[in-house]
């Protein structure tokens, strides 16, 4: 079992940037591959980005794309997304997802408990 905490939300001005971290427990971090969601009010949560279990490889949803970087500390058993140039589109709460490396984002496994973040637009 896996526990994900999300942090580093807020209130950024339009075009600001906010570094979104998650931190997972345990000794399998390493194990999963790591993603963060949104869902703002009013609609269904989607895909933001992903990264590999080893941090190799990433994606990106479209709608962010060049604004967002998604990263992992195997040390600190932590994943980031940092994002840039913050648009209101993106105000939503953010929720950080693991799933089992090589099972894909279909139903992921473990999702933290989200944190919000507002453009103040």
């Known amino acids: 079992q896996a526990q994900l905490a999300e942090s580093g939300g807020g209130l950024v001005q339009a075009g600001g940037s906010l570094r979104l971290s998650c931190a997972a427990s345990?000794?399998?971090?390493?194990?999963?591959?790591m993603g963060w969601f949104r869902q703002a009010p009013g609609k269904e949560r989607g895909f933001v980005a992903a990264?590999?279990?080893?941090?190799?490889?990433?994606s990106y949803a479209d709608s962010v794309q060049g604004r967002c970087t998604i990263s992992r500390d195997h040390f600190k058993s932590t994943v980031y997304l940092q994002m840039n140039n913050l648009k209101p589109e993106d105000t939503a709460v953010y929720y950080c997802a693991a799933t089992i490396a090589g099972t894909g984002w279909g139903t992921p496994e473990y999702w933290g408990q989200g944190t919000q973040v507002t453009d103040s637009s």
């Open positions: 345990g000794r399998t971090f390493s194990n999963y591959a």
């Open positions: 990264v590999s279990r080893s941090g190799s490889t990433t």
